[in-house]
């Protein structure tokens, strides 16, 4: 089967094993096949040692599975050398991790920068503008030239989406994205995202342990040791708010 | 999309905002590349120093060149074929004599570019006996002109003034004080030729080398050669050349083009050479040891750094940095290292010289030359930058995985 324009990951028969050859390897997914779609907004849910770190590094393009085959927007991508898987990554998948993770030595516009920076070298004007516009879409067009440790948590996280979106990524992943914020930011956080996946035509892929979070996405992905346990369609849960 | 330049460009702004973040590291380790830098220059600059003083001061007194007669040899006629010789040979004495053809000759090395100087001499032994006292000196027939070159006599004059000709002679001060005499005094020559002669002293030198100073009288070219018993002849050309360390290769030179004996300063001083080529290889070593101590230096800060900094290599590589990028992050981190420790040292050295040649003993003149300055800065650099090779490695093969959970 080949990909239309609206898939943008296809995973098929995804296997990882840890210290491969070793006494003590161990197999932590065991064949994982899933589709996303440009428009999905997902919950990647499951217990704690169920592989879902595994399978975001996976599908981030950070690891490389052992067996199986991945295709981000049609490329098939277990063949692909570092650099470019690299450039891949850089083009087509924005990160949001837990711990918001930016560059505590630049402000806030030239994190948001970075990915564009590290792309083509020195931003030019268009590429600051379009960071000062994704810096006022999640709200903080007035710390731009904040450094991260001026910035409250929400605000890091709010940042840290905003680089992810620099690239124009067709696929958004977040690591618990909310995992260290109070509630009021977490739902702002989500929020955000969910807004992103309506308007920026991006894909989105939360892994989460909140079980309101995953049900107010649209779409379940229940991780169980190393399977796909479920894969549910929810009740437009955002939009009954 | 632009160019290898335009890329250059985000890893230096990386680079520099890393150090700028780690100020305090950044400065200490830039002090201990300046005060390596400074202790290189500052010694290569010394011992440079030194050493031209004491080549200047030993080529002072003497030519860079000294052509002689070639040495008087036997000529034994070839055995006849077939015939075995047995030869039984007494070597001969080399008696005083005449360089053939010298005028010619010394007409063809003035036109040698090689060359700065070109001075015909005639030398032989002789007594200077003023009325009980009795001295052995070396008669030495100049003509002013030409010989100042080779040696500036007017620079060492100690009393009277250098005229030689019409009786007059320059001699040593030892000599003087040896046989108690003044300028104006008189004294007699004798070269066991039954030649002999009264010159009247004009001027006393002091060379600051014993040897000369005890044992040389200059006279004109004329009355050496009538008291050598060598009219019209000279038995020495003296030479100097530009660049005084080809001396032994121009000496070659000049003595397969003339036929004659020829000796460089660098032959006739190697003792000195030794000396000096010990004491450069010492300077080197130290250069060579604290090269490796900044190196490990650099080293070792860029390791922690990379440890500290593993999360964010983590988050760049998550953010579309490639290995080559991050490797690139700390090579021109660890070439800052070198570089600023090394514009700070060399200010430093500056100041050292400086102190040195107003403060100092005062025994000579240490210059400081810019390229000595630019050579240290351009080396420095290349040190840091491979310092900082292994620890770029290591923070280039970090996993991306690891590295961003890295807490």
Known sequence: MSDDAMTVLRLEGLRKSYNVGQPNEIEVLHGIDVVIGRSDFAALVGPSGSGKSTLLNLLGLLDQPSSGELYLLGQATSAMDDAARTALRGSSIGFVFQFH?????????????????????????LAVQQARELLAAVGLEKFANRKPNELSGGQQQRVAIARALITEPALLLADEPTGNLDTRTAAEVFELFHKVNRERDCAVLLVTHDPRLSAACDRTINLVDGRIESDTLNQPASQQK | ????????????????????????????????????????????ALIQGLQVNIIER?????????????????????????????????????????????????ATLDQLSLLTAVSPVVSGPAFARRGEALQSVVLVGIDPVRYQKIIPLDDY???????????????????????????????????????????????????????????YVYLDLKQAQALLNLPGGITVIDLTVADIFAAEDIAAQVGRLTSLQAESWIKTNAQLMNALTAQSLSTNMIIVFVAISVAFGIASVLSVSVVQRTREIGILRATGATRQQILRIFLIQG???????????????????????????????????????????????LTGILAAAVPSRRAAALDPVVAIRYV
Request: glycine fraction near 10%.
């Open chain 1, 101 to 125: 993770h930016l560059i505590q030595a630049f402000t806030a516009l030239d994190n948001v920068l970075m990915p564009l920076m590290l792309s083509r070298g020195k931003p030019d004007k």
């Open chain 2, 1 to 44: 999309m632009t160019g290898v330049f335009g890329r250059l460009w985000t890893e230096w702004t990386i680079a520099i905002s890393f150090l700028r973040e780690g100020r305090a590291q950044s400065l200490m380790i830039a002090i201990g590349v300046a005060v390596g830098v400074a202790v290189i220059v500052f010694v290569t």
């Open chain 2, 58 to 106: 030993t080529l002072g007194t003497q030519a860079h060149i000294r052509l002689l007669s070639p040495d008087e040899i036997n000529q034994v006629l070839p055995p006849a074929a077939g015939t075995m010789q047995l030869l039984l040979e007494d070597k001969r004495a080399q008696r005083l004599r005449s360089i053939n053809n010298w005028q010619q000759v010394s």
């Open chain 2, 157 to 215: 004059m100690q009393s009277g003034q250098l005229r030689v000709g019409a009786n007059d002679a320059v001699i040593g001060s030892l000599l003087a004080d040896d046989l108690g005499v003044q300028v104006g005094n008189k004294l007699r020559l004798d070269t066991g030729q039954q030649n002999s002669a009264v010159v009247n002293i004009a001027g006393i030198f002091e060379l600051g080398v014993r040897e000369l100073d005890a044992r």
């Open chain 2, 335 to 381: 070439a800052v290292f070198g570089l600023l420790g090394s514009v700070l040292g060399s200010a430093a050295s500056y100041l050292l010289v400086w102190v040195f040649n107003t403060f100092g003993p005062g025994l000579f003149f240490i210059p400081i030359p810019a390229s000595l300055l630019l050579m240290a800065m351009l080396l420095a650099t």
